[in-house]
Each structure stands twice: as structure tokens, then as C-alpha cells.
């Protein structure tokens, strides 16, 4: 097989004209702004998760080559890019314990399983997160706020003992039309604290734009998710008006991780339907799933559980469509 052919990533479907290499360096490159304004905002603790989580990540791969007597730099970008999609994906102030359980587990979930292991289907960044809230009792929904920059709390690398709670920033019922709408405006230009990667939607959307002129990501979940955002919010409040669905579709996609997960982590090549409308549907049951679960768990982020139960559908969409043939 040519080398500039080869197949991306762990799913044996994906091609792409880069290397695999290539493709996850461009996705380091992408995240680093992400990483490096989530330390502006955090400090030590932002880069203390970001340290913990690439050590214990790349630990068991960097002690397999060492078995082989190979050097560290022979741990590929993939190892590296995992790392740091994973601790952007955490909540501000997320344990060290907790940090290092799911980091170890993620190097499991993407390096280890066999093809036939039901565990390859599903999103392993998802997966872990899931995994994390589940097993510290949900405080993993609990965040630090950020952090004065240059200051004493900036330079403590340890969370703080006070959290504090919720997520969506809901405004489709707070005052007039006018607030509303100023409010929406606030939204869009305001930065929103939770996790590391919850941060400008400029920066997010640029980073986004990046990696598919680079060919490096799939845009066709990232549809999907789109339009089934704002198909059940319109579901949802379509008696509410124009003002509240817009608010609510708005509230929804900018101020939770649903912009991150969209971009980065349902658009990763790990596990994806193999047709383009295949692909556009596991978005679009991702956009569904995040407005359902969100509204019967009020003040939860719940883009990690939605893309869970959404790639264990990715089988079911492949026979649906019938995508036994040449990848769309």
C-alpha cells in the first residue's frame, strides 16, 4: 500500500491522502492554542492535568518500546494527540486520581483491544469521561472557576476544595426579547469556564476549519450534529417562538462542550460510519441524543454520554446504509 494511502487512526475504513503521521500532528497543532489558552485561564492546574495526563497516556506505551529497546522518541503523535484531547476534554478542577485512572484507561481503550473488542466501537475519549463521572460520584460535573492570571491561585496546581455547579448558560425565558438577545451577543464573544477545552468559539471554529483543510478531520458528523441540535431544540420549544428556540440552539452548541465534541472528538476517525450520509447521521443522532439528555439532566454537560451511545449505533448505521463497498 502506498504510504500517502494508508489506513487513519484505528478504524480500517478511513483514508485520507496524508500519512497517518501527518494527520495526527496537524491535530496537535490544532489543539495547541486550545491547550495554551486553557493554561492562560487556569494556570498550573490547566498544565498540571495537561503533564499527568500525556505521562500516564503514553507510560504503557513508553515502557512496551523500552521492553523492545526502542527510545521514547519512537512514541508516534497518535499517543501524544490522545494525551491532550483528553485532559481538554476534562472539567476544570477534575482530581489527579481521577486524571491518572482515566489516562491509563484511554491508553487501554486505543492501543490495546483487540478489532473484535465490542470496547473499539465506542468513542474511547467518551467512553473514559463516562467512565470518570460514573465512578467519582458525578463530582467530576463539578468545576474551578478560572483563575487571575499571574496570581497566587494561578501558580496552585492543586484544585480548589469549593466548586461550583451547572453548565448550560439557558436564557430563552430571562426577560424581554432585548435581554435575550444582548444576552445571546454575550454568548457568542464571552469565553465559558467548565472544562479546559470549553473555551472562544473563534478559536474552536478556527482550529476546526485547520484540520479540514488539512484533510485531517471529517466534517460530515460535525453536519449532522448541527442539524440535530437544532432539529430538537425546534422540537422542543417550537411553541416558545423564534427568540427562544434560537436562544436555546445557541446556549446549547456555545456554552457546554457540544462545540468541542462536534469538532474535535465525534469528527475523530476512531470510530465512524464508512458512507458520508452514514457519517452525517451518527452527527445528527449525537446533536439529538445531547439535546434529550440535557434536558432530562438539567445543569449537566452531557456531550460525553450522548457521543457514547451514539458511536455504539455506528454498526447499525453501517448495515442501514449498506456501506459494504468503497468509503464515501
Aim: contains cysteine; charged residues 10%; hydrophobic residues 50%.
Amino acid at each position: 500500500m502506498n504510504q500517502f494511502d494508508l489506513a487513519v487512526s484505528i478504524h480500517p475504513y478511513i483514508h485520507s491522502p496524508l500519512s497517518k503521521g501527518s494527520i495526527f500532528l496537524n491535530r496537535l497543532l490544532a489543539l495547541a492554542p486550545l491547550a495554551l489558552l486553557a493554561i492562560y485561564h487556569y494556570g498550573m492546574l490547566a498544565l498540571g492535568t495537561i503533564l499527568v495526563t500525556a505521562f500516564f497516556v503514553l507510560l504503557p506505551t513508553y515502557i512496551t518500546l523500552k521492553l523492545k529497546g526502542r527510545r521514547l522518541a519512537d512514541i508516534e503523535h497518535e499517543n501524544y494527540y490522545y494525551a491532550l484531547l483528553l485532559a481538554l476534554a476534562l472539567p476544570a478542577g477534575t482530581s489527579y486520581p481521577a486524571v491518572i485512572i482515566g489516562a491509563l484507561a484511554l491508553n487501554l481503550l486505543v492501543f490495546f483491544p483487540r478489532e473484535s473488542n465490542i470496547f473499539r466501537i465506542i468513542n474511547p475519549v467518551a467512553l473514559v469521561s463516562c467512565f470518570l463521572a460514573m465512578a467519582f460520584n458525578e463530582k467530576i460535573y463539578f468545576f474551578n472557576g478560572p483563575r487571575p492570571f499571574m496570581s497566587a491561585a494561578w501558580f496552585n496546581p492543586l484544585p480548589a476544595e469549593s466548586y461550583s455547579g451547572g453548565f448550560l448558560f439557558n436564557i430563552h425565558n430571562d426577560g424581554t426579547a432585548g435581554e435575550s438577545v444582548k444576552k445571546i451577543i454575550e454568548l457568542l464573544s464571552a469565553w465559558h469556564p467548565c472544562h479546559y477545552g470549553e473555551l472562544s468559539i473563534t478559536l474552536c471554529a478556527a482550529a476546526f476549519i485547520f484540520l479540514v483543510f488539512k484533510s485531517s478531520a471529517d466534517y460530515a458528523p460535525f453536519i449532522g450534529s448541527a442539524a440535530g441540535l437544532c432539529a430538537a431544540v425546534s422540537f422542543n420549544y417550537y411553541g416558545a417562538g423564534a427568540v427562544a428556540i434560537i436562544s436555546e440552539i445557541l446556549s446549547h452548541a456555545f456554552a457546554s462542550m457540544f462545540l468541542f465534541y462536534s469538532c474535535f472528538i465525534l469528527t475523530d476517525y476512531y470510530s465512524s460510519p464508512m458512507k458520508f450520509s452514514a457519517r452525517v447521521l451518527y452527527g445528527f443522532i449525537f446533536g439529538v441524543l445531547f439535546i434529550l439528555l440535557s434536558s432530562s439532566f438539567e445543569g449537566r454537560d452531557c456531550a460525553n454520554y450522548s457521543l457514547a451511545i451514539a458511536s455504539t449505533c455506528v454498526p447499525v448505521i453501517d448495515n442501514i446504509f449498506n456501506s459494504g463497498g468503497r468509503r464515501e
